[in-house]
C-alpha cells in the first residue's frame, strides 16, 4: 500500500485485556489474504474466545502505533495438537499478520517480538509449540526460517487437513539429573 514503510521500523506486541476496547476492534478489523482464515480461523472469535479462557492469552501484534496482526496464546496442558511436550511449553495459535503488511517482513518481526515478550513474561516455559496446516507453504517457510522445527507425526485432528507440529526453543534445555 503507498504510503506504508517496507519493513516496519518497530515491531512489537501486546497483551489485549478485556479493557482494550480500542486495540480488540482494530484486531477485529484485521483483513487477511485469500484464504488464510481456513488455517487461522474467525480472528473475532478467537479474540473473543481467549480473553474469555484464563489459559489464553490475546496478542496484538503492533508496527509502530498501528494494529498489524493478531495470536493467541495458549496454556492449557496438551493445548496444542493434545500432546504434551517434554518440558514446559506454551501454544501459539491464530497467527495472523493483516493483508496490507504482508510480504514486507512483519511476520519474521512479530514471530522475534513473541518470542521475546515470553521469554520476558513467561522465563519458566521453554518451548512455543504450534501446528501449521501441510498445504500453508508460506506459513511453513515464515516458521522454519524463524527456527521452529517439525517434530513427530502430522497432527491429523484439525478441521483444514493434518497438520505439521513445530516446536521453538525459547530458553535453554534444563539439565537432567546427573548433568553438570
Not at 28 to 36: C, D, E, I, K, S
Not at 93 to 110: E, K, L, P, T
Request: aromatic share 6%.
Amino acid at each position: 500500500m503507498p504510503g506504508m514503510p517496507a519493513v516496519p521500523a518497530r515491531v512489537h506486541v501486546r497483551r489485549i485485556g478485556a479493557e482494550d476496547e480500542a486495540l480488540a476492534r482494530a484486531v477485529r478489523g484485521l483483513r487477511l489474504g485469500a484464504g488464510q482464515c481456513r488455517y487461522v480461523g474467525d480472528l473475532a472469535f478467537n479474540l473473543g474466545d481467549s480473553l474469555r479462557d484464563p489459559h489464553s492469552e490475546a496478542m496484538a501484534v503492533l508496527a509502530g502505533d498501528a494494529v498489524a496482526g493478531f495470536y493467541r496464546l495458549d496454556f492449557s496442558p496438551r493445548g496444542i495438537a493434545g500432546r504434551d511436550f517434554p518440558e514446559p511449553s506454551v501454544g501459539l495459535r491464530s497467527f495472523a499478520i493483516d493483508r496490507a503488511w504482508q510480504g514486507r517482513g512483519c511476520g519474521a518481526a512479530a514471530l522475534s517480538a513473541c518470542c521475546a515478550d515470553l521469554r520476558a513474561r513467561h522465563p519458566r516455559r521453554r518451548l512455543l509449540a504450534l501446528t501449521v496446516n501441510c498445504e500453508n507453504a508460506p506459513a511453513l517457510a515464515l516458521y522454519r526460517k524463524a527456527g521452529f522445527v517439525v517434530v513427530g507425526e502430522p497432527y491429523l485432528g484439525g478441521g483444514a487437513g493434518p497438520q505439521h507440529v513445530m516446536l521453538y526453543r525459547l530458553q535453554p534445555q534444563a539439565p537432567t539429573a546427573g548433568t553438570p
